[in-house]
């Protein structure tokens, strides 16, 4: 049995190195995040200007810049294999558990590396009311960003066979993700006003909970998915 979980670690753990190594060499989906979420920081600061927002304002902005920076990065973590044909390959050296276990780690660091771009970013351009709890804030942005990432890689395997391939995962995406979106606003504004970890528990079990549903029923589909 531990030889088996071994086994398994070492065959997901490649699939991370090698997407790793794709995206360093390519630096698409980093570059399309970071270029997507600075724009529209930058568009929303001087539309906003000097006026104050309101804290949950504040908190529905930052989801709304990491969501639609995420879907423009998170779409190609299968579209890239379809091609340029390497999907055939990753089907006959690994099972399709483990491929999607493997796509959702990288797709979740890619995530980490945009929440660290997006919150800096956010707090010298929004210049948010003082006073919020930054630990709780990088803490619920981390376990959201999980979550999406869980439901956003299944998605995503399933628009890799569509023709509109960029444009249909945000559509199918939303749906599903709002209720991550909704808990992580909410819990954001509790952040950003100062609150703590006590306030926002429920939060974090729905968040955990439905990143278990969506990876288990993702574990389910994905052998359909990829079944040619």
Not at 127 to 156: D, F, R
């Amino acid at each position: 049995m531990v030889k088996t979980s071994f086994s398994l670690i070492t065959a997901i753990r490649a699939i991370v190195v090698k997407d790793l190594t794709d995206e360093f060499r390519t630096r698409h989906a980093l570059t399309a995040m970071v270029l997507f979420s600075l724009t529209t920081l930058v568009t929303v600061s001087f539309t906003i200007g000097i006026y104050s927002l309101d804290i949950m304002l504040h908190s529905a902005l930052i989801w709304i810049i990491i969501f639609f920076s995420a879907m423009s990065a998170l779409s190609r973590s299968f579209t890239k294999e379809e091609d340029s044909g390497t999907i055939l390959a990753l089907k006959m050296s690994a099972t399709a558990e483990i491929i999607y276990l493997g796509k959702l780690f990288f797709n979740t660091l890619l995530l980490i590396v945009l929440i660290a771009v997006v919150l800096p970013l956010y707090y010298i351009m929004m210049n948010p009311p003082p006073g919020g709890n930054v630990g709780l804030l990088v803490l619920i942005c981390i376990t959201a960003s999980l979550s999406l990432a869980g439901a956003t890689t299944l998605l995503a395997a399933i628009v890799a066979r569509a023709g509109s391939k960029n444009s249909l995962l945000p559509v199918l995406a939303f749906p599903v993700l709002l209720p991550i979106l909704l808990t992580a606003i909410r819990s954001t504004g509790f952040a950003l006003s100062g609150g703590s970890g006590e306030e926002i528990i429920t939060d974090f079990i729905f968040l955990i909970s439905y990143l278990a549903i969506v990876v288990t029923v993702s574990l389910l589909l994905i052998p359909f998915v990829l079944d040619d």
